[in-house]
């Protein structure tokens, strides 16, 4: 097994692990879990997202396929960023409990979008056709 598929298996586990998470988070979110205020659950994500996000730039490097040269490459970094700040606003910033339930919503969204850019190496995904 080659470098790059080592790399490649290791960011789709960290991807799983993930948007698991972020559901998970998610869930208790609209439960009003008081597990949302753990110290790990708040840092665990961090070290996982930053695993995926390791991945990712090294398999860019090694295949010499560059976002803002390749159109799909360049959807999925431009909606990592959409989903990040959905993310943020979900668990963070957002002011009322139906505006953090909605922004997770659309980051999940968001992230399966990804997933499906990254699956069919087309700017629209699955959208596409």
Do not use: N
Request: glycine share 4%; aromatic share 14%.
């Amino acid at each position: 097994m080659t470098f790059y598929l080592l790399l490649k298996y290791l960011h789709i586990v960290c991807a799983v692990v993930s948007i698991s998470g972020f559901l998970l988070r998610g869930l208790w979110l609209i439960q009003q879990s008081p597990m949302l205020q753990k110290h790990w659950v708040k840092k665990l994500p961090h070290k996982i997202d930053a695993l995926l996000l390791f991945s990712a730039l090294a398999m860019v490097y090694l295949s010499e396929q560059y976002p803002f040269v390749l159109d799909w490459l360049t959807v999925k970094v431009l909606m990592l960023i959409v989903y990040i700040l959905l993310g943020m606003v979900a668990l963070r910033w957002g002011k009322t409990r139906s505006i953090r339930i909605t922004a997770w919503f659309l980051a999940v969204l968001c992230f399966f979008f990804i997933v499906s850019v990254a699956l069919t190496r087309q700017p629209l995904g699955y959208l596409a056709g």
